[in-house]
């Protein structure tokens, strides 16, 4: 970073509110992500029993919640940009708690895919202002740390889902799905509270200045936001791609895991969950881990390198067909779970002005939503076709090889852009 432009480091107080905020991001991207949609992952076998879906419909239904998240992703990135993030939060983790708890009430496909469709619109308006908060509370030089550790809450929703849900199908019987589904609810509720009482949109409404800033760099009032410069930037596209690869490779894996263990894998729904558990834990530190390695080799080496070990880890999963297998697959996805996501989101302000930060993450968003829109469908289609998930995780694997080679074709860019 250029010196003359960095100035004079700030004074920091003994605690700086930032802290607070990265915490509280955490526990947004765990409600958004961690539990609205791979809660899905741990209750799907028993909601499929208990709805009498095929394989197809069940990926119909985390269509639907990905097709809510991808509408949603851009105007909540537009929303951002203009209301407070903390307004914007407050009312999408409301309409987040009520879309579990009612999908907890399905009667049969089409009341449980409205469900889980309004589920995904809340999700996208929690998750793009959550993210974009770290803009606004860090300096530009500790942006990637602030975000790799939100990134974590989607880590800490696979830790919970996958030891709790399992406790509560067991205790509840075939009714246990909607008493999992309530108990999420619940769970984000309690997240709105905290919200409410310690959320901030900016520093300045603590008395803080944001945290690494330095004397020189205080930012200009912004003018008007061209989105423009968004829709036609070659680069977001390509970001955009690049990301839509990693959406259809993993969601695949995150959809199926339980019922292709369960079902193929003669593993029991405990040992599965315990399995996704052990993925969970190990990915907390994913996006931090993957998004310091792209600040010191580069973001297109990072991402190929990330991607590389994804096609390993889903070919494991479909060839193996052993717990030891299972176990590798399990501890490949944990550790590089959340890198991409956190390397997308530095990765925006290489190619477009910080002002437009939130929109290029929506836009990028949406292309990543294509990706996980259509890929459980074809994995639910092919596994009702062939009768197997194997060939599923085989072409995620290879989704994943082209992802990676597609990341090293990306353009160089300047480190002080």
């Given at each position: 970073?250029?010196?003359?432009?960095?100035?004079?480091?700030?004074?920091?107080?003994?605690?700086?509110?930032?802290?607070?905020?990265?915490?509280?991001?955490?526990?947004n991207v765990?409600?958004?992500?961690?539990?609205?949609?791979f809660g899905y992952t741990m209750i799907l076998p028993a909601m499929k029993e208990g709805l009498q879906l095929t394989y197809a419909e069940t990926g119909w239904l985390a269509t639907g919640n990905f097709i809510g998240y991808l509408?949603?992703?851009?105007?909540?990135?537009?929303?951002?940009?203009?209301?407070?993030?903390?307004?914007?939060?407050?009312?999408?983790?409301?309409?987040?708690?009520?879309?579990?708890?009612?999908?907890?009430?399905?009667?049969?496909?089409?009341?449980?895919?409205?469900?889980?469709?309004?589920?995904?619109?809340?999700?996208?308006?929690?998750?793009?202002?959550?993210?974009?908060?770290?803009?606004?509370?860090?300096?530009?030089?500790?942006?990637?740390?602030?975000?790799g550790i939100q990134t974590g809450g989607s880590g800490l929703g696979l830790l919970l889902s996958g030891l709790l849900i399992p406790l509560i199908l067991r205790h509840y019987g075939p009714e246990g799905w909607r008493y999992a589904w309530l108990l999420l609810a619940l769970l984000v509720a309690l997240v709105w509270l905290l919200m409410l009482g310690f959320l901030r949109s900016r520093p300045e409404e603590v008395g803080q200045q944001p945290y690494g800033a330095r004397a020189?760099?205080?930012?200009?009032?912004?003018?008007?936001?061209?989105?423009?410069?968004?829709?036609?930037?070659?680069g977001l596209w390509r970001l955009g791609a690049i990301f839509a690869c990693f959406g259809f490779s993993y969601v695949i894996?995150?959809?199926?895991?339980?019922?292709?263990?369960?079902?193929?894998?003669?593993?029991?729904?405990?040992?599965?969950?315990?399995?996704?558990?052990?993925?969970?834990?190990?990915?907390?530190?994913?996006?931090?881990?993957?998004?310091?390695?792209?600040?010191r080799i580069g973001k297109r080496?990072?991402?190929?390198?990330?991607?590389?070990?994804?096609?390993?880890?889903?070919?494991?999963?479909?060839?193996?067909?052993?717990?030891?297998?299972?176990?590798?697959?399990?501890?490949?996805?944990?550790?590089?779970?959340?890198?991409?996501?956190?390397?997308m989101?530095?990765?925006?302000?290489d190619y477009c002005p910080i002002s437009l930060a939130s929109a290029a993450l929506g836009f990028i968003t949406i292309i990543f939503g294509v990706g996980q829109a259509i890929g459980p469908p074809i994995a639910g289609g092919l596994a009702d076709w062939t009768q197997s998930f194997s060939g599923a995780f085989l072409l995620a694997s290879g989704v994943a090889v082209i992802g990676g080679l597609a990341a090293l074709t990306l353009p160089r860019v300047g480190r002080n852009r």
């Amino acid at each position: 970073m250029d010196s003359r432009r960095e100035g004079r480091l700030l004074p920091q107080p003994p605690f700086h509110y930032a802290w607070a905020i990265v915490t509280l991001g955490h526990l947004n991207v765990l409600c958004a992500l961690g539990f609205a949609r791979f809660g899905y992952t741990m209750i799907l076998p028993a909601m499929k029993e208990g709805l009498q879906l095929t394989y197809a419909e069940t990926g119909w239904l985390a269509t639907g919640n990905f097709i809510g998240y991808l509408v949603c992703s851009l105007i909540a990135g537009l929303l951002a940009s203009r209301w407070p993030p903390r307004h914007l939060i407050l009312i999408a983790l409301l309409c987040l708690s009520a879309g579990l708890g009612i999908t907890s009430l399905a009667s049969g496909f089409l009341s449980a895919l409205a469900a889980r469709t309004f589920t995904g619109l809340a999700s996208g308006a929690v998750y793009i202002p959550a993210m974009t908060l770290p803009t606004l509370w860090f300096a530009p030089h500790r942006r990637g740390l602030a975000a790799g550790i939100q990134t974590g809450g989607s880590g800490l929703g696979l830790l919970l889902s996958g030891l709790l849900i399992p406790l509560i199908l067991r205790h509840y019987g075939p009714e246990g799905w909607r008493y999992a589904w309530l108990l999420l609810a619940l769970l984000v509720a309690l997240v709105w509270l905290l919200m409410l009482g310690f959320l901030r949109s900016r520093p300045e409404e603590v008395g803080q200045q944001p945290y690494g800033a330095r004397a020189a760099a205080a930012p200009l009032p912004p003018g008007p936001p061209r989105w423009r410069h968004v829709f036609v930037n070659r680069g977001l596209w390509r970001l955009g791609a690049i990301f839509a690869c990693f959406g259809f490779s993993y969601v695949i894996y995150a959809t199926f895991f339980a019922a292709y263990l369960v079902k193929e894998g003669g593993v029991s729904s405990a040992a599965a969950g315990q399995l996704w558990g052990l993925a969970g834990s190990l990915s907390l530190g994913s996006g931090l881990l993957w998004g310091d390695l792209a600040d010191r080799i580069g973001k297109r080496f990072a991402l190929a390198i990330v991607f590389g070990l994804h096609a390993a880890c889903f070919a494991t999963f479909a060839i193996g067909r052993s717990m030891p297998a299972f176990l590798v697959s399990a501890i490949l996805f944990g550790l590089t779970a959340w890198g991409i996501p956190a390397i997308m989101a530095a990765a925006v302000g290489d190619y477009c002005p910080i002002s437009l930060a939130s929109a290029a993450l929506g836009f990028i968003t949406i292309i990543f939503g294509v990706g996980q829109a259509i890929g459980p469908p074809i994995a639910g289609g092919l596994a009702d076709w062939t009768q197997s998930f194997s060939g599923a995780f085989l072409l995620a694997s290879g989704v994943a090889v082209i992802g990676g080679l597609a990341a090293l074709t990306l353009p160089r860019v300047g480190r002080n852009r």
